[in-house]
């Protein structure tokens, strides 16, 4: 390198009121739609890309599509990004984190389905959003499975 290397912090508090300024939209990373628990963003960035562009297609003064694209992201991820925060508030407290590990560890259900959390599988909130709820949910082997 021939300079000193820099990093900045990765925005995790999602507020709906960055996801535009004026007429412009903002996307991943810009919007803070990155996952509190992992900081994994490259899902929200490319799904907040294509809720802004359908936002831009649908056409409409700068007000109607900016409201509609923050209703679409509240809509999509925000629930997730909310619940993600609130659990790394919970999991920052020793009492918090171990009442997670014991839940987790309950049997191997619990295990699996923990890891199919942690991957996504399946949004995060999902458990607390009953309109997401479809048979068979839990029961498929998704991105993780036992070997």
Same mark, same amino acid.
């Given at each position: 390198? /021939?300079?000193?290397? &820099?990093?900045?912090?990765?925005? @995790?508090?999602?507020?709906?009121?960055?996801?535009?300024?004026?007429?412009?939209?903002?996307?991943?990373?810009?919007?803070? +739609?990155?996952?509190? !628990?992992?900081? /994994?963003?490259?899902?929200?960035?490319?799904? @907040?890309?294509?809720?802004?562009? @359908?936002? +831009?297609?649908?056409?409409?003064?700068?007000?109607?599509?900016?409201?509609?694209? /923050? #209703?679409?992201?509240?809509?999509?991820?925000?629930?997730?990004?909310?619940?993600?925060?609130?659990?790394?508030? +919970?999991?920052?407290?020793?009492r918090?984190?171990?009442?997670?590990?014991?839940?987790?560890?309950?049997?191997?259900?619990?295990?699996?389905?923990?890891?199919?959390? !942690?991957? /996504?599988?399946?949004?995060?909130? @999902?458990?607390?959003?009953?309109d &997401?709820?479809?048979r068979?949910?839990? #029961?498929?082997?998704?991105?993780? &499975?036992?070997?």
């Amino acid at each position: 390198p /021939e300079g000193p290397m &820099r990093a900045w912090p990765i925005p @995790t508090d999602f507020t709906p009121a960055a996801l535009h300024h004026g007429r412009v939209l903002f996307a991943g990373d810009a919007a803070r +739609v990155v996952d509190p !628990m992992t900081g /994994e963003g490259i899902a929200q960035a490319l799904e @907040t890309g294509m809720l802004a562009a @359908t936002a +831009v297609a649908g056409g409409g003064n700068a007000a109607t599509v900016t409201a509609g694209y /923050e #209703h679409s992201v509240r809509a999509a991820i925000g629930r997730d990004l909310r619940f993600a925060a609130l659990l790394q508030r +919970v999991l920052a407290s020793p009492r918090g984190a171990q009442f997670a590990l014991r839940a987790v560890d309950a049997n191997a259900w619990t295990r699996r389905n923990f890891a199919r959390w !942690m991957f /996504e599988d399946y949004p995060r909130a @999902t458990v607390f959003t009953p309109d &997401r709820w479809r048979r068979g949910r839990f #029961h498929a082997d998704g991105a993780y &499975r036992a070997m």
